[in-house]
């Protein structure tokens, strides 16, 4: 494995990072003071993602090793998952022209899809080191530059992220530009990962997964 490899693989997590970071930080305080729904109707929100989650997190594990296809099992989810995703993320921080009870109907289509979308990336993204070499010493290496990544894209999430947002007429507009500009950022690398890294560890044909 050599230092393309493992920097391409890594810099996928910077990406999905700005996403991860976004939301853990933000999206509650744009829910209750740029999107206006209350604070219950936002927690609300989150308990059933979470529930949600608790069943789409090792179902997509389950799905990612079974599946078979000429780019492998795992990256090919990076490709074809990264832009949904962007869509998404951009669709989750936006403010539709609804009255209360459409918004509320918002947060909770956009979120919960968000939850899906974002696990059909991360999951298998965060299990393809597995994949790229079956070297101990090697996945160490890949784990450390992935944390390096994400560390990076968190620190920039919480650093410019209201900076940005307050150089816009209304936070509504500051928060869906950035989450574009977020967005082409981290499908690109997405991008990047899946060109630069190849599953090299094939697992037994004949043996069944339970």
Excluded at 54 to 73: F, K, S, W
Excluded at 135 to 157: E, H, K, P, Q
Excluded at 158 to 183: D, H, I
């Amino acid at each position: 494995m050599n230092l393309k490899t493992a920097a391409g693989y890594a810099v996928g997590d910077f990406g999905i990072n700005l996403y991860f970071i976004s939301v853990m930080t933000y999206l509650l305080y744009f829910y209750t003071d740029v999107l206006g729904i209350s604070a219950v109707a936002a927690s609300g929100v989150f308990f059933v993602a979470r529930i949600i989650d608790a069943v789409t997190d090792p179902l997509m594990g389950a799905i990612a090793e079974r599946t078979r296809t000429r780019y492998g099992r795992m990256r090919p989810y990076l490709l074809f998952g990264a832009l949904p995703l962007g869509l998404i993320s951009i669709l989750t921080f936006t403010v539709p022209d609804l009255d209360g009870n459409g918004k509320l109907v918002w947060a909770y289509t956009t979120y919960i899809l968000f939850g899906i979308i974002y696990t059909v990336v991360t999951i298998p993204h965060a299990t393809l080191t597995a994949s790229i070499t079956p070297d101990y010493d090697g996945r160490t290496r890949l784990s450390t530059y992935r944390i390096a990544c994400a560390f990076t894209g968190g620190f920039a999430v919480s650093v410019f992220t209201m900076p940005f947002v307050s150089m816009f007429e209304s936070e509504a507009q500051g928060f869906q530009v950035l989450m574009v500009l977020f967005s082409i950022v981290a499908t690109a690398l997405l991008s990047v990962t899946f060109k630069t890294t190849e599953e090299v560890v094939q697992p037994d044909r004949d043996k069944k997964i339970s």
